[in-house]
Nanobody, 121 residues
Framework: QVQMVESGGGLVQVGGSLRLSCVGSGRRFSNLAMAWFRQAPGKEREFVAAVAWSSVQTYYGDSVKGRFTMSRDNDTSAFLEMNDLKPEDTAVYYC???????????????WGQGTQVTVSS
């Protein structure tokens, strides 16, 4: 059974930082792109960042460019370093994996259950 498990969420003040982790199991992830999405209450799931299987290419959503950094270990884990957090970053953050290096949620085959990030002002 394929699983993806996120960790590292929590409550942080405006301007603070958090590091999210994602660990996959049940299959090989080294040949998949991995990504982070987020979803705030009442809003659609939003693309945050993706890294290709090679780890050479990364891709960020406009709202997080320059503040968030995604990395992976080329095996089963991915990370999201989040700096200068803002109240609008508050959401449930999901890790996902796909054969495609894209920003479209429907193209992702595997998903974690999410971790809550709350930024307080």
């Amino acid at each position: 059974q394929v699983q993806m498990v996120e960790s590292g969420g929590g409550l942080v003040q405006v301007g603070g930082s958090l590091r999210l982790s994602c660990v996959g199991s049940g299959r090989r992830f080294s040949n998949l792109a991995m990504a982070w999405f987020r979803q705030a209450p009442g809003k659609e799931r939003e693309f945050v960042a993706a890294v290709a299987w090679s780890s050479v290419q990364t891709y960020y959503g406009d709202s997080v460019k320059g503040r968030f950094t995604m990395s992976r270990d080329n095996d089963t884990s991915a990370f999201l370093e989040m700096n200068d957090l803002k109240p609008e970053d508050t959401a449930v953050y999901y890790c996902a994996a796909s054969r495609f290096f894209v920003n479209v949620p429907s193209k992702y085959d595997y998903w974690g259950q999410g971790t809550q990030v709350t930024v307080s002002s």
